[in-house]
C-alpha cells in the first residue's frame, strides 16, 4: 500500500474541484451558448483530465495518461483559459477566432505525439513518484516537440487569463461599481497566477509548491466566478464595463 502524501492528497482535491466546475461552467455554457464559456469549459475539462492522470500515476504507470499528463499541463489547459477570456473582452471581430484556430492547430499538431508517437521510459515510473521529479527521466532524450511549443503556449495563456482579469478588477474600481466583479476577477487573476508560480518553485528546490499551486489556482479561479456570475451586482451599471465570466 502506497504512503499517501501531501502531492497526492491535494492532485485529489482539485481533480475533484475542477471536475465539478468544469461541470458548472459547461452547464452555463449549453444554457447561454457564450464561446467564452465553451472554451473556458474545454480548459477546465483539460484541468480536470491532467489533475486524474496525476492522481492515477501515482499508482500506475500508463503511457496514455502520462501523455495525457503532460499535454495538458504543459500546453492546453493555461492557453484554453485564456482564449475565454480573450472571447470574453474581444467579442466582436476575428482575434479570439483566429487565436482559437492557431491553439487547435497545436493541440491536434501535438496530441498523437504525446499519446502514440513517443517512446516513454517506463522504468524511470515508480509507485508514489513525484511526476515533476521523474517525468525527465521518462521522456526520450531529444523530444522537444511539446517542449518547444510549450513556453509560447503557457505565457500566452497566462498573460490572457490573469491580464485580463487584472483589466476587468481594475475597471470595476475605477468606476466603483460591481464589487462583486472587481474582487472576483482579482481572485480569478491569483488562481490564474498560482500554477505558474509552482513551476518556479520547483526550479528552487520546492516541488510539492506545485501541486499545492494546481489546486489553490482552482479553488481562487472558481470562487472568482461564483462571484462575478451568482453574486448580485451592488450597482446595476452595465455599459462601458466587461461583462462577467458568466454572462
Not at 72 to 82: F, K
Not at 113 to 118: E, G, R
Amino acid at each position: 500500500m502506497q504512503t499517501i502524501t501531501f502531492a497526492f492528497v491535494v492532485s485529489v482535491i482539485g481533480a475533484i474541484i475542477t471536475g465539478i466546475f468544469a461541470a458548472v461552467v459547461l452547464k452555463r455554457w449549453w444554457e447561454k451558448r457564450r464561446l467564452h464559456l465553451l472554451a473556458w469549459g474545454i480548459g477546465l475539462t483539460l484541468y480536470f483530465i491532467g489533475l486524474l492522470s496525476q492522481v492515477i500515476l501515482y499508482f500506475v504507470w500508463s503511457p496514455v495518461f502520462f501523455g495525457l499528463w503532460y499535454w495538458t499541463g504543459a500546453l492546453m489547459v493555461a492557453p484554453w483559459l485564456g482564449q475565454g477570456t480573450v472571447y470574453l473582452l474581444w467579442r466582436k471581430g476575428n482575434i479570439a477566432r483566429n487565436f482559437q484556430m492557431a491553439l487547435l492547430l497545436v493541440g491536434v499538431m501535438t496530441l498523437p505525439w504525446a499519446l502514440f508517437l513517443t517512446p516513454f521510459n517506463s522504468s524511470g515510473w515508480h509507485a508514489g513518484a513525484d511526476m515533476t521529479a521523474i517525468y525527465r527521466a521518462i521522456m526520450p532524450p531529444g523530444s522537444g516537440t511539446i517542449r518547444s511549443f510549450s513556453p509560447v503556449m503557457n505565457i500566452w495563456g497566462t498573460i490572457a487569463l490573469v491580464g485580463g482579469a487584472i483589466y476587468s478588477a481594475r475597471l470595476f474600481r475605477k468606476k466603483q461599481i460591481m464589487r462583486n466583479r472587481m474582487v472576483g476577477n482579482w481572485l480569478i487573476a491569483a488562481g490564474g497566477l498560482l500554477p505558474a508560480l509552482g513551476g518556479t518553485l520547483i526550479r528552487l528546490g520546492d516541488p510539492s509548491f506545485k501541486y499545492f499551486g494546481e489546486m489553490a489556482g482552482a479553488i481562487l479561479i472558481f470562487i472568482g466566478f461564483w462571484m462575478t456570475t451568482h453574486v448580485p451586482d451592488d450597482v446595476q451599471e452595465t455599459r462601458s464595463v466587461p461583462a462577467a465570466a458568466g454572462d
